[in-house]
């Protein structure tokens, strides 16, 4: 299905809560009639009478609720403290259903010396397009200059915790059930002192059913002894004064934390060769890239290679990332690393990777080749020459129209405003990237060997995708319970964007949120397998990639035409195999490890609520 079939929806959401209702209350009578498929062929009709194209994804924010302003630094950023900060997590903290928001905030120099705080934002999902700002009495008292964070239910309550990633100081908060979170960071170990954490991520490395927490470390500073803005060949790009780094300084060496399932974690990094070379870490993400059953690592390092972590699973790792081709571009240079996240593309049943990179080189989109190594696909499929000039930082797969092929969403913005204004190419905002996967029509065609073709159409979607961000953190979630995907970008000058799915033409979807009993309560690391239509589509269970980020962790399926999942499998980090199915279309289902289906969110599909 390519973008001009869907064209043809001209409707702008300059009034969003009219439209919205408007639109939800067609679907509804559309779902009623078992056909939300036939908007597709509205849609192709509107497109031969040449209507404008439609806008993908609308920008919520303000009609939302949603009034933050990221503070990090000033205007010029003259330190590479004040180039990185924007970490966003999509959570449902208080088990309504429904995903919340968690916004970090940064800091300035003059506010972080006077010992000033900039706490995060914590936005509840009011169930009807709107969020209520409920920071104030949640707890989420950090204070220091934030970076990132990570979500996962550490002690297996039940309730998601905050780990909450800064400068010289990170901190965990303990979920306490009632909508107010306590720091335990002293008692759990895992402030990460001396160290400037940005992304970090919860995955249980060694099965024992208790997440272990990774924090990838940047840059080692001394906030009274800062590098001086332009000063040195460290401090210029193409030979403009910038702020120095992260060449020239020393790299901050990544955390992996053991959780010992009583309230505590032990640093490991040492024991088990974490990180040995101190590179400058930014993206973190946890997956089974050889699906022995093990959580292997993936780090994003910046101005260095990329580490790929292979658990033994025996408790220990072997860092293979260049014999497995994912340390360096394709053609064998170190990469400046940001953002990364897996999905299985090209539905050939194994994981991919898709990495973000600084500007003047290609994000990469490693296909797995089921053999312990990557091929970096970015340029045959189209991603590579499009993504060159940009910088790049939140990545993330989705399926935004649903049509059963994976799509990739690309937060850009450069770390140098000097860059604005000169002849170099780059930008310093610079639009974000929607990515969607052509395979549904390569298939169509019968021309297999075209698989894995992307074609970007976030610049010609108009709106909220034409416009320039300085792009940070990057999530998907289903923020509605529409069985659409959103998609969340954070702006290291000024608000975040919350992006509503607004594509004219969807197909089915099916969506399964997993629970732990044996394994880890979030279920992460599960493998979810459904098969539709005769073929099997595979995905992991996790929250944490992009950059800095935290995603809705319901694992979400595009279905096409299809009306139905013929079969589910869910595969265990504990070893536990559930199968279920067949189930309807247009539903998410909760699945127990060992009990299988709990339960059926059919009433939770098309929530019309009045606005309060
Ligand atoms: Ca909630
Ligand atoms: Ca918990
Ligand atoms: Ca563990
Ligand atoms: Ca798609």
Same mark, same amino acid.
């Given at each position: ?168 100081? *990170?901190? #965990? &908060? %303990?979920? $306490?059930?009632? +909508?107010? /979170? !306590?720091? @335990?960071?002293?008692?759990?170990? =895992? ?114 290679? *990329?580490? #790929? &972590? %292979?658990? $033994?699973?025996? +408790?220990? /790792? !072997?860092? @293979?990332?260049?014999?497995?081709? =994912? ?116 298939? #169509? ?168």
């Amino acid at each position: 299905m390519s973008n001009e079939k869907r064209v043809g929806d001209s409707v702008r959401m300059n009034n969003f809560f009219p439209a919205v209702f408007l639109r939800v209350a067609a679907s509804l009578l559309l779902a009623a009639a078992g056909g939300g498929w036939v908007l597709r062929g509205a849609a192709q009709m509107a497109a031969k009478n040449g209507a404008a194209n439609p806008q993908l994804f609308v920008d919520v924010t303000r009609a939302a609720g949603i009034d933050f302003h990221l503070t990090c630094g000033g205007p010029e950023k003259l330190s590479i403290l004040e180039t990185q900060c924007g970490g966003a997590a999509a959570f449902d903290y208080d088990n309504d259903g429904w995903m919340d928001i968690l916004l970090v905030d940064g800091s300035t120099l003059e506010d972080y010396r006077a010992g000033k705080c900039h706490p995060p934002r914590l936005y509840h999902n009011n169930h009807d397009g709107t969020f209520t700002d409920e920071s104030a009495k949640s707890g989420l008292n950090f204070c220091g200059w934030g970076y990132g964070v990570a979500i996962g239910d550490f002690d297996n309550d039940g309730w998601e915790d905050v780990y909450i990633t800064g400068f010289h100081g *990170s901190a #965990l &908060y %303990h979920n $306490n059930h009632d +909508g107010t /979170f !306590t720091d @335990v960071t002293a008692k759990a170990g =895992v402030a990460n002192a001396d160290s400037w954490g940005t992304s970090a991520a919860f995955g249980d490395y060694d099965n024992d059913g208790n997440l272990d927490l990774y924090v990838a470390n940047y840059v080692d500073l001394d906030i009274n002894h800062l590098p001086k803005f332009g000063d040195g060949p460290f401090c210029q790009y193409r030979g403009i004064p910038v702020n120095c780094g992260p060449r020239g300084l020393k790299g901050g060496r990544d955390r992996l934390y053991h959780n010992n399932g009583d309230g505590t974690f032990t640093d490991v990094t040492e024991k088990l060769g974490i990180d040995t070379e101190s590179y400058y870490g930014l993206g973190v993400m946890w997956l089974d890239y050889d699906k022995d059953g093990c959580l292997d690592l993936y780090v994003a390092n910046d101005s260095s290679p *990329s580490l #790929l &972590y %292979h658990n $033994n699973c025996k +408790g220990g /790792f !072997t860092e @293979v990332g260049a014999e497995a081709g =994912v340390a360096y571009s394709a053609d064998g240079h170190e990469q400046a690393g940001m953002g990364i996240d897996s999905a299985d593309y090209d539905r050939d049943g194994w994981p991919d990777i898709v990495k973000t990179n600084f500007s003047d080189d290609s994000d990469n989109l490693y296909h797995n080749d089921h053999n312990g190594e990557f091929t970096d696909e970015a340029g045959a499929a189209g991603i590579g020459g499009v993504s060159s000039p940009y910088l790049g930082f939140g990545a993330k797969f989705l399926d935004y129209d649903n049509d059963g092929w994976p799509d990739i969403f690309i937060a850009n913005g450069h770390v140098d405003p000097q860059v604005e204004g000169q002849s170099f190419g780059v930008g310093y905002a610079e639009r974000p990237f929607l990515f969607h996967n052509l395979s549904a029509d390569k298939l #169509l065609a019968a021309d297999r060997s075209k698989m894995g073709k992307f074609e970007e159409v976030g610049g010609r979607s108009g709106g909220a995708l034409s416009k320039k961000y300085v792009g940070r953190a990057a999530l998907t979630a289903d923020f509605w319970n529409r069985g659409r995907q959103d998609l969340l970008m954070t702006n290291l000058e000024g608000s975040p964007v919350l992006l509503r799915n607004e594509v004219p033409a969807v197909g089915h979807w099916f969506r399964v949120k997993t629970v732990g009993t044996k394994s880890n309560r979030d279920g992460f690391g599960a493998k979810v397998e459904i098969t539709v239509d005769g073929s099997t589509r595979y995905a992991e269970v996790r929250a944490g990639s992009s950059f800095e980020s935290s995603s809705d962790p319901r694992v979400h399926f595009g279905l096409g035409a299809a009306m139905r999942v013929d079969a589910i499998v869910v595969r265990w980090p504990s070893g536990q195999v559930d199968k279920m199915g067949p189930e309807a279309a247009d539903e998410g289902i909760v699945v127990r490890e060992g009990s299988g289906i709990v339960q059926r969110d059919i009433e939770k599909r098309s929530p019309i609520r009045k606005k309060r």
